[in-house]
């Protein structure tokens, strides 16, 4: 069984910066695609961008030039770097690993969230 830990969420400032991290553990054959996703309330969960596992990123345009999602392949671990937040970025993040566990045989983990207040 794949789990997925994130950390780094928190309060933070309008106008500061927060580093989220998602890092896998358990039997992974290979990591295919590493994607941030956001909840804030009464709200859908909507995607913020995704990295593949040959480094092709892709940030949602309302949030592109303020978010950046980076990976560290040897760690099995995706950070997403946010600055300039706004209040309208308070929300439950979460990181969703599309994986084989072994060849040919494809699942999909969802960590469970870390919650991002943007408030002064």
């Known amino acids: 069984q794949v789990q997925l830990v994130e950390s780094g969420g928190g309060l933070v400032q309008p106008g500061g910066s927060l580093r989220l991290s998602c890092a896998a553990s358990g039997i992974i054959f290979k990591i295919y695609q590493m994607d941030w996703y956001r909840q804030a309330p009464g709200k859908q969960r909507e995607l913020v961008g995704s990295?593949?596992?040959?480094?092709?990123?892709n940030v949602v345009d309302s949030m592109k030039g303020r978010f950046t999602i980076s990976s560290d392949n040897a760690k099995n671990t995706v950070y997403l770097q946010m600055n300039s937040l706004k209040p309208e970025d308070t929300a439950v993040y979460y990181c969703?690993?599309?994986?084989?566990?072994?060849?040919?045989?494809?699942?999909?983990?969802w960590g469970q969230g870390t919650q991002v207040t943007v408030s002064s």
């Open positions: 969703k690993f599309l994986y084989a566990i072994v060849s040919g045989r494809f699942a999909n983990s």
């Open positions: 990295i593949t596992d040959g480094g092709s990123t």
